[in-house]
């Protein structure tokens, strides 16, 4: 092996640490940078409009200094687009609402429990075979540990645990048909996370009205009060919104990097990271019996992808593992990992 052979073979293996590494710190801490921002900004519509507006300008305008290539935005594909992004925006919006109710932990086991809702929904709608045993027990496990953890929620509250519904239902829904359409229309990935935010954002104003959430920002900005300019709100919200574009980023460089088994294993790490920085940081986290139970979710979402991902079977094709991640419920979309079994029919660019 020659010298120059070595160091681009060594350049190559930092490179793609690099990616993986900052892929794995965003996706284990959107989540509580989204908890602790919603928690200094009690303003839902408003946070996930900014991450929107953070998203979109920051494609474009790295699109124009030519680091990344992205479709241009046109009318009839946006027309074509927009049922993904109205379904893509209730995602985002139920999610940040969950957060504002709920702590992390309540968020990742509903998140957990996709897997289970995508293949009864696969099997009923678009008649794919039913699970294996190996998948069927783990999604036993996965509904098992969601159904203790429920059981065992000392901060359970039924406006909590209803966006937690709301956002379960629209995230298998954007899983089980959105995507399947959004792939048809060809566009790249940078292009998705374009269309994604910028639609997004056009949509975000109507659901202020719907909820609200102007009047209440009018009175606060009237009486200079409800934190909507105190230091510890803005760095919360700039964090999020900053973590949202680069989760987008990173998610989508680590995909390309390393293979979707690597992938997914980063994934099912990223979920133990955020748990135990969860835990570590604050007490807005489940108890020590509502823990194991969250634990069992995520184990079941570890067999769950070995039993879709075992040895010998081929990876699934790259355009379905584009995802709309930046994340956890990020402003580009959630997170992709192995938990959602989002690689079987989705991808997340990264929130999701």
């Known amino acids: 092996m020659s010298p120059n052979h070595r160091s681009d073979s060594k350049q190559q293996y930092y490179t793609t640490s690099g990616l993986v590494v900052g892929y794995a710190l965003c996706s284990s801490l959107l989540a509580i940078i989204n908890k602790y921002a919603i928690t200094k900004f009690n303003y839902p519509g408003l946070l996930t409009a900014l991450q929107y507006l953070t998203s979109a300008l920051g494609v474009y305008l790295l699109g124009k200094l030519g680091f990344l290539h992205h479709d241009p935005f046109t009318i009839p594909t946006a027309k074509k687009f927009l049922p993904a992004a109205l379904v893509f925006f209730l995602a985002i919006f139920t999610n940040t609402n969950l957060l504002r109710h709920a702590n992390v932990d309540t968020f990742i086991v509903f998140r957990s429990l996709t897997p289970l809702l995508v293949a009864l929904a696969d099997t009923a709608f678009r008649h794919q075979p039913c699970p294996s045993n190996l998948t069927f027990f783990s999604l036993i496990v ?24 709301a956002y379960l239902i629209t995230i298998t829904t954007e899983m089980v ?28 104003p109507f ?14 900005l009237r009486s200079n009060s409800g934190s909507l300019f105190e230091p510890a709100a803005f ?3 700039s ?3 900053l973590f949202g574009l680069l989760i987008s980023f990173f998610g989508f460089a680590a995909r390309r990097a390393v293979s979707a ?36 979710t995520i184990v079941g979402g570890v067999l769950y992808q070995q039993s879709v991902t075992g040895v010998g079977k081929a990876p ?7 995802d709309i991640e930046g994340n956890n419920g990020g402003a580009s979309g959630h ?17 999701r």
């Open 177 to 204: 048909y959105i995507k399947h359409m959004v792939m048809n229309l060809g566009l790249n990935t940078w292009g998705f996370v374009l269309y994604n935010n910028l639609l997004s954002l056009m949509i975000a």
């Open 335 to 351: 997170d992709d990992d192995g938990l959602t079994g989002e690689n079987e029919g989705k991808g997340k660019l990264a929130s």
């Open 235 to 237: 760095s919360a919200v």
């Open 261 to 296: 088994t690597a992938f997914t294993v980063t994934g099912v790490v990223n979920k133990f990271l955020t748990v135990a920085i969860n835990v570590l940081i604050w007490d807005k986290h489940a108890s020590p019996v509502g823990l194991v139970c969250l634990l069992f």
């Open 207 to 220: 659901f202020w009205f719907l909820t609200g959430e102007n009047a209440e920002v009018l009175a606060a």
């Open 142 to 165: 996965i509904l098992a540990g969601a159904v203790g953890y429920v059981a065992t929620d000392s901060a359970f509250t039924l406006t909590a645990y209803s966006w937690a519904f």
């Open 239 to 241: 964090l999020s919104c």
């Open 316 to 322: 699934a094709p790259e355009p379905k593992q584009l």
